[in-house]
């Protein structure tokens, strides 16, 4: 990540809690929870922390990450199950960049 991207939600298995950026609060509440569900699954089956996050261009994306410690956490399943969540919910990130973008983007001139 990096200093202009905006999380939109994240979940830790280490901590056992989720977050939803209050700014997207307004998000419909069948889309918040689809986010809920998708990210704790995510930490319980593969361990660590997935983040959503909006980059610089408005583009959502998926990072994810362990403690160095965590000897349970599986590198390889994270990384498939990643593409996996990419594609089964590509229909809801497309809408989800295209709210950001009505809502956040830069005005045009």
Do not use: H, W
Not at 77 to 85: A, E, I, N, Q, T
């Amino acid at each position: 990540m990096y200093e202009n991207d905006e999380i939109l939600c994240s979940a830790s298995r280490y901590t056992e809690k989720y977050y939803l950026n209050p700014k997207f609060s307004n998000l419909p509440q069948r889309i918040q929870d689809e986010l809920k569900v998708a990210c704790v699954l995510f930490t319980q089956q593969v361990g660590g922390v997935i983040m959503l996050y909006y980059d610089k261009e408005g583009n959502l994306d998926i990072l994810t990450q362990s403690n160095e410690d965590d000897l349970l956490y599986d590198e390889i399943g994270c990384g498939l199950k990643v593409k996996r969540l990419q594609i089964e919910k590509r229909e809801l990130f497309e809408q989800l960049e295209q709210y950001y973008e009505l809502f956040f983007g830069e005005p045009e001139d």
